[in-house]
C-alpha cells in the first residue's frame, strides 16, 4: 500500500483501521482482510500521517455440477461396471482453482472431475463436494442405476419342423438363428447336437443350445426328423 516514508519523523509510526472487521493492522503494518468492505487504514507518526483505502471483495460460492443421471443396462451378473463421472459443469465465479471429492453413503470414491469408478449393480447415489479452498464447499448429486442382464438369448430353428427326408436323401440341417437383448446376433454361437441318419428309416431329433455373454441359456430347441 502506497504508505509515505514516516520513519524517523517522530518516536514510531501507529497504524489504525476504521474497520477492524474489514481489514486489521498490526503493530508493524501487515494488513489483514477479515471480511468484505471498505476501511480506511491510517499509519500516523508524531505530526506525520498519511492514509489508504482498502476494499476487501467477499468470495463467492462455488457451483457443483454432478450431471445428468445415468442409467447403464447389461452389467454381466455379479460383475462391476466402470463409470466415469462428470463434474465439468462446476465453476467458480471468482475464477478460483476447484477440489472435487465424490462419495456414495460418506464413502469416497474418487476424486477430480472426472474419475472413473467400479459400480455393482444396483442404484447408486453419488454426492459431488466442490471446494474453492476459502472453506466454501457447494454438493450436488448424480444417481446411477446398472441394470444387471437377466434376459436368456431367443432361438428359432430354421426350415420345417417337423422335417421329412426320404431314406437315402442326405439331411441338410437348415440350422438355427439367435438374437440377444444385451449381445446382438449370436447365430455363430448356436449348437447342434443330432442322431438323424438318413440311411435308415426313423425318428430322429436336432437339439440346439445356445447361450449369451452373462452365462444365461435359452432351453433347447428340438427339431424332427
Known sequence: Y????????GVGTIYRTSNPGVVAVSDDGTLTAAG?????????NGAAQDSTTVTVQGNAMPGAGAGGDVSLTCALPGAT???QLDGSDSSDPDGDPLTFVWR???????????P????????????????DG?????????EVSILEDTSPPDLQIVGDNPEIVECGDTFI??????????DGDLT???LAQSDVNSAAPGTYSVEYSVQDAAGLAVPEEGETV
Open 36 to 44: 468484505p468492505g471498505i476501511a480506511t487504514v491510517i499509519a500516523q
Open 116 to 131: 472413473v469408478v467400479e459400480l455393482s449393480p444396483g442404484l447408486h447415489v453419488i454426492e459431488l463436494s466442490v471446494s
Open 188 to 190: 455363430s454361437n448356436v
Open 2 to 9: 502506497p504508505f509515505k516514508d514516516l520513519a524517523g519523523v
Open 134 to 142: 476459502f472453506s466454501n464447499t457447494a454438493t450436488d448429486a448424480v
Open 81 to 83: 461396471v466402470a463409470v
Open 104 to 114: 456414495e453413503g460418506g464413502v469416497e470414491l474418487g476424486t477430480g472431475p472426472a
Open 173 to 182: 440341417d437348415d440350422g438355427a438363428t439367435a438374437s440377444d437383448t444385451c
